[in-house]
Nanobody, 124 residues
Framework: QVHVVESGGGSVQAGASLRLSCSVS????????MGWFRQAPGSQREFVSS????????EYAASVKGRFTISKDDASNTVDLQMSSLKPEDTARYYC?????????????????WGQGTQVTVSS
């Protein structure tokens, strides 16, 4: 059974940084691309960032490019999202997911296993 657990969320002021971590059990992420998504109240879940199974290619939503960095550690089976220069509009619940092996890395439909999310709140 695959389990995905996010951690590291919190409440911060605008301009601060946070590092989210995603721990996966039940499969080895060395074989899988991984992604981060977020969902704000009243909004649909949206793509934030992804990394290929090799870790060699990353992708970011335009709204976070240059501020967020995704990293994959196969040895610890974790994927982190370093978030800097946070803005109030980054407030959302952040979800980590395991890619299903086919399809684009920015579409929710192509990710099979999801965590419960971790809340990030940024105040102005």
């Amino acid at each position: 059974q695959v389990h995905v657990v996010e951690s590291g969320g919190g409440s911060v002021q605008a301009g601060a940084s946070l590092r989210l971590s995603c721990s996966v059990s039940g499969l080895s992420i060395i074989d899988y691309a991984m992604g981060w998504f977020r969902q704000a109240p009243g909004s649909q879940r949206e793509f934030v960032s992804s990394v290929t199974f090799s870790g060699g290619t990353t992708e970011y939503a335009a709204s976070v490019k240059g501020r967020f960095t995704i990293s994959k550690d196969d040895a610890s089976n974790t994927v982190d999202l370093q978030m800097s220069s946070l803005k109030p509009e980054d407030t959302a619940r952040y979800y980590c997911a395991v890619h299903g092996g086919s399809g684009s890395l920015d579409s929710l439909a192509n990710f099979n296993y999801w965590g419960q999310g971790t809340q990030v709140t940024v105040s102005s």
